[in-house]
């Protein structure tokens, strides 16, 4: 019985990395990966191998796929979330994102890493966002938690360890 699922050639290959990149904001690696599992995932019908690097500078070519523009938007978002600059940095690593690439959008999630922090600890009702004051034990798990997010552990204590209801600001 013959697999149901069609096969590939460069004319569809090239119509799903369209499709793929008008729905998804991507990188270059990313489109790349996700051809590449197409490809694996059904037969290949043509005499040439797949050139799928090509077909991707291709596609970055006519501006569909731009790294830099992805690497901001990725870090603003995780930023925003609440995620340190250690998470969005390997965020952008796993997405391919070369270093020149990745610079300015690094820099602004190291300029935003306050707030990202304040985001978290709200979120997550730790420290000055707590209802009460936590046990010893509670208050590692919530360190760890900060540290896992992505942030230096010296903002994390900061938040852990303020009372609930205090203030506290960037400078102190």
């Not at 996700?34 to 596609?59: C, F, M, N, S």
């Not at 796929?65 to 979330?81: E, F, H």
């Not at 600059?85 to 890493?113: C, F, M, P």
Request: some cysteine; aromatic content about 10%; overall charge positive.
């Amino acid at each position: 019985m013959k697999n149901s699922v069609k096969t590939l050639d460069r004319e569809s290959l090239n119509r799903l990395a369209i499709r793929y990149v008008e729905r998804y904001a991507t990188s270059r690696k990313k489109l790349a990966r996700y051809l590449q599992r197409k490809i694996g995932e059904r037969e290949w019908d043509d005499a040439k191998p797949p050139a799928v690097e090509e077909l991707v500078e291709h596609i970055a070519a006519l501006g569909y796929v731009d790294d830099a523009t992805y690497a901001q938007s990725k870090a603003a978002a995780l930023t925003r979330r609440g995620y340190g600059t250690r998470r969005v940095s390997h965020a952008l690593y796993e997405a391919g994102i070369s270093e020149a690439d990745g610079r300015e959008a690094y820099q602004t999630s190291e300029s935003n890493k306050w707030a990202a922090a304040d985001k978290f600890a709200r979120k997550r009702r730790i420290g000055p966002y707590a209802e009460s004051q936590q046990d010893s034990d509670k208050c590692r798990k919530q360190l760890q938690a900060f540290l896992r997010a992505g942030h230096d552990f010296d903002v994390a204590s900061r938040f852990v360890f303020a009372r609930p209801g205090a203030e506290i600001s960037e400078d102190s």
